[in-house]
């Protein structure tokens, strides 16, 4: 059983920018999605990266200003945030889903994935 562990949120102001992370072992086998939940409403799809690191993927809300990358050797796929917004505020859930296959995909959408950390806040307010 995989075992997701966000880290990283916190209160900042407007403009402002925090970097989450997404730790587990093994991790370097799977595709990772961000994900965010805001109150009252839906759980969406930030962005996502393939187990590889080669596919990319963003919300069209947080391009240009949200960044994913992973660093395998650590266990650990990263979520840069900058310009952060108060429409940015919620909580923060990485997710995962493993991969057999050599093709580079990763996935925006919740259903595709099998793994679930238990989500960091994030908190954009002056």
């Known amino acids: 059983q995989l075992q997701l562990v966000e880290s990283g949120g916190g209160l900042v102001q407007p403009g402002g920018s925090l970097r989450l992370s997404c730790v587990a072992s093994?991790?370097?086998?799977?595709?990772i999605g961000w994900f965010r939940q805001a109150p009252g409403k839906e759980r969406e799809g930030v962005s996502c990266i393939s187990s590889s690191g080669d596919r990319l993927n963003y919300a069209d809300s947080v391009k240009g200003r949200f960044t994913i990358s992973r660093d395998n050797a650590k266990n650990t796929v990263y979520l840069q945030m900058n310009s952060l917004k108060p429409e940015d505020t919620a909580v923060y859930y990485c997710?995962?889903?493993?991969?057999?296959?050599?093709?580079?995909?990763?996935?925006?959408?919740?259903?595709?994935?099998?793994?679930w950390g238990q989500g960091t806040q994030v908190t954009v307010s002056s």
């Open positions: 093994g991790l370097d086998h799977y595709a």
């Open positions: 997710a995962a889903r493993h991969i057999t296959t050599n093709q580079a995909m990763c996935f925006m959408a919740r259903v595709r994935y099998d793994y």
